[in-house]
C-alpha cells in the first residue's frame, strides 16, 4: 500500500547543496580502520520536502536497471545512482565544530539568517549549481 502524499506547502530546514552528516541509518554506522565509528558526511543532491526525504552525494547507493530506447538514443545497463534518505536521518553540519546540529531562523542585520543551535554561528546558503 502506498503512502498518501502531502498535500500544501512543506518548508525543510536543509536545503539543495548543504552539507549534512547522518545521525540514523546505515550510514551512521561506518566505520574507519582503527575501527572507530564515523558517520557519513555528504553534500544534499535533492530534497522532497511533501515526502520528508533527501538524496545525499555518494550515500545509498542503489543500482538501477534501464532498458535501452535507440529512438531516443538512451543506452541501457546497470546504472548506480543514490537513493532517497528519510530527512530525520541526517543533520546539518555544524560550520564551527563539524558535528551535527539543528537549525533556527534569526533576524541578523535586517536579514533572515539560519543559525546552527550547538555553536550560534551563522550558516551560509547554499550555492545553486
Known sequence: ???EIKKGV???????????????GKEYNIFDKDGKRKPYVGKVIAVDPRRGKVKVEGARLVKKHRKPIPQLNIEGGIFEEE???DISNVALVDPKTGKPTRIRYEI?????VRVAVRSGEVIPEPKKA
Open 1 to 3: 500500500m502506498k503512502k
Open 83 to 85: 537513493a532517497w534518505v
Open 108 to 112: 541578523r542585520d535586517g536579514k533572515k
Open 10 to 24: 512543506y518548508k525543510t530546514k536543509i536545503k539543495q547543496g548543504d552539507k549534512v552528516i547522518f545521525i540514523a
